[in-house]
């Protein structure tokens, strides 16, 4: 039974590796080509690509985000219990679902684009933008059906794979196309007397082109993988008695009671952002400031700030993604005690990851956003200080919605997040109120949002699953080894800065010195013993590496 249990633990790491990765992967990509995106748009540009997006991915997140994670958790929990036919019926109801709520989606942002973004966002310029994006929200919601399916399967490969293509796609049509439209803009602003506003806008939108065109070839991919898997998977249901499976009826009715839950929390947890870029746009109006000034200052929160400390987040997303099936279906077969080994793994993992990424990312935040943005503006820098943190709130807030979810106590995320949500707005009001501190509210305010909802779901878990996380070596031993870790990189940079005066290769070189040190510190402080560490992927080379230069015994 332990060798049973160890083995499913580490396939469920393993399998949250790979989506991690080319989660990661696909940040990566996405945060290269936002380089000379943002060298052709401008950050004027960059707001109306930021604010197009908050209003496409909170209609997202409503008609198709909770999609992957519900399908996912229907069908690992079938697949468990040996219910293959009904996992079949389970993939065509969420098909027909996903294409109905995509299409109204889409029809609610045709009719009230215009109101959306002239009235409630204060940035009608970002119009452009946002009705490219129309049809990509009936994309998107076939495609998420397609990855929950895969990942309730356990299998994480053709969702790693399909995100990479789309942002590779992306990317390349992302730049060429703004490329192409700013010049446009550039045409039909000096026509309306506003040449520089509408290049922006129109290169704006050829950002969102090249989203569409991501989407699409990751759904045209998944397509294809999904009917040559059906092929065999097809010819194993004639071995099931029919009898053993519901009606299209019952099973409709479980998916919506299990996506709304998910969809609740998914909007109340990812719409904060949303809601900021509103208040804090109609606020920084209403004390005087033009909308030159609040715009930009946003574009550089939204197309600088956040794509960087995403970066790192999108480790714990893809780990929360994996992690929900393979609870459910721990928690269906009656397996407690795996469960909370996979809650403590996956808390581990993030916390591992996440404290070096918070540090490094405030340490350096000045030569990152040179060496990879061009931007030298102390504004940049001191908002990438101010809210490193929320690199590490994040991270664990939203895992452990996954974990919840996972355990099935659906409604405690939701609860959690209108609390979370509601006091962050009375700490954002204040600081932009009170203090006046205008962006750096927002980014202040954004980072109590995930601090308070790491505080509500481990009080969450702690009372339905009886779970604890060790607090040692997941949280103490991570956080001194990224202090040591900090200090190091900020002493080689600073050293190799002053002897080449190249900033991009004393980053670099700063970076490689913060990963060997923080690898020897955690691993001098018992942060990780030989058996964690083979439960990683390629864990046995790194174990070796870790003997041979004595820091495991």
Known sequence: MGKKNKKSSSSFLMQGSILAVASLVSRIIG???????????????????????????????????????????????????????????????????????????????????????ATLMKTPLSIFAVKVLIPVLFIVAVLGVMRGFFQGLGTMMPSATSQILEQIVNAVVSVWAAYLLVEEGAKAGALLDNKENYAAAYGAAGGTLGTGMGALTALLFCTFVLVVYLKGFKKTLKKERRSNVDSYGSIMKVLVATIVPVLLSSTIYNCNSLIDDGVYKHIAAFQGYTEAQYGDWSGIYSGKYQLLINVPISIASALAASSVPALTAAYASGKRQEAKRQMNMATRFIMVTAFPCTVGMAVLASPILQMLLGDSSELSARMLQVGAVAILFFSLSTLSNGLLQGINRMKEPIKNAVIALVLHLVVLVGLMLG??????????????????MCIFNARSLRKYSGYRQELFKTFFVPAVSSIGMGVVVWLVYKLFLYLLRINTVATILAILAGVITYAVLLLLLKGLNEQEILRFPKGRTLAALAKKFHLLK
């Open 435 to 452: 203090l006046d501190l205008n962006i750096y509210a927002v980014v202040i305010a954004n980072a109590v949002f995930g601090l308070l």
């Open 31 to 117: 945060l290269i080509y936002r380089i000379p995106l943002t060298n052709i748009i401008g950050d004027t540009g960059n707001n109306y690509y930021g604010t197009a997006f908050r209003i496409y991915n909170i209609l997202l997140i409503i008609s198709s985000y909770s999609l992957p994670l519900a399908v996912s958790k229907l069908v690992s929990a079938n697949i468990s219990q040996g219910r293959r036919r009904n996992v079949y019926r389970i993939l065509k109801c969420a098909l027909l679902f996903g294409a109905v709520s995509g299409t109204i989606a889409a029809l609610v942002l045709y009719f009230g684009a215009d109101f959306i973004t």
